[in-house]
Nanobody
Framework: QVQLGESGGGLVQAGDSLRLSCTASGRTASLSVMAWFRQAPGKEREFVAAISWSSLFTYSADSVKGRFTIARDVAPNTVDLQMDSLKVQDTAVYYC??????????????????????WGSGTLVTVSS
């Protein structure tokens, strides 16, 4: 099993920056991909960004490209999501997710929720105008 704990959410204004962190514990030796998803009120959960745990290759959704950066933190088993130039429409609960099944293809293919095996409980990001 893998447990995921997110931190860093909060209330910011449009144009501000925020950094989310997610730390994995448990069976971390099997981590292959870590990702962030988000769910806005009344909407379906959507993919934000993913990182291959071995190659460090990343992939981001078009809606956040150039503004959000996913990266492996220096802290063990921790992934960050640096969010810059935040917009009101970025308001959502952000979920960290991890995959412990092997990575068979490019990290860009791991955008669907069912590709991930473990989920955090989420952290709320609210962007005001």
């Amino acid at each position: 099993q893998v447990q995921l704990g997110e931190s860093g959410g909060g209330l910011v204004q449009a144009g501000d920056s925020l950094r989310l962190s997610c730390t994995a514990s448990g069976r971390t030796a099997s981590l292959s991909v870590m990702a962030w998803f988000r769910q806005a009120p009344g909407k379906e959960r959507e993919f934000v960004a993913a990182i291959s745990w071995s190659s460090l290759f990343t992939y981001s959704a078009d809606s956040v490209k150039g503004r959000f950066t996913i990266a492996r933190d220096v802290a063990p088993n921790t992934v960050d999501l640096q969010m810059d130039s935040l917009k009101v429409q970025d308001t959502a609960v952000y979920y960290c997710a991890a995959r412990t099944r092997p990575q068979y293809s490019s990290v860009s293919t791991y955008r669907a929720s069912h590709e991930m095996d473990w989920w955090g409980s989420g952290t709320l990001v609210t962007v005001s105008s």
